[in-house]
């Protein structure tokens, strides 16, 4: 699962699956510093990214998907986040994948029945 992204503003950049780390490239277009990342997973936690330079001007980005959903792949270079960050990456399938639903809101948290 090695595709690169374009900056857009589509929902899905990448499609991966659980269990197989979902990768793509950086170009860095000549650019100088640190770039960091992290990923905010359908469950609503953090997972570590794995950043790795493969030369001056490309880094590769990847991180291993372990749920169906989409996942937010916050990429920041010397502490600002790039054009398009957070990426949003599906893993899974679009369609009716009940894995793919997640509800909150208080109303889920504290709600009553049969009051008016």
């Known amino acids: 699962m090695?595709?690169?992204?374009?900056?857009?503003?589509?929902?899905?950049?990448?499609?991966?699956?659980?269990?197989?780390?979902?990768?793509?490239?950086?170009?860095?277009?000549?650019a100088q510093g640190e770039v960091k990342a992290h990923v905010d997973t359908p469950a609503g936690t953090e997972d570590d990214v794995f950043v790795t330079e493969l030369?001056?001007?490309?880094?590769?980005?990847?991180?291993?998907?372990?749920?169906?959903?989409?996942?937010?792949?916050?990429?920041?270079?010397?502490?600002?986040?790039?054009?398009?960050?957070?990426?949003?990456?599906?893993?899974g399938k679009l369609g009716a994948d009940p894995a793919l639903v997640l509800a909150r809101g208080d109303g889920l948290d504290k709600g009553e029945s049969g009051k008016n």
């Open 2 to 30: 090695y595709e690169s992204f374009k900056n857009s503003k589509s929902i899905v950049h990448l499609c991966a699956q659980i269990g197989k780390p979902a990768t793509f490239n950086l170009q860095m277009n000549g």
């Open 55 to 91: 030369d001056d001007e490309r880094y590769a980005v990847r991180f291993m998907p372990h749920e169906n959903g989409v996942y937010y792949v916050h990429i920041k270079f010397n502490e600002a986040h790039i054009p398009g960050s957070p990426i949003p990456i599906l893993v």
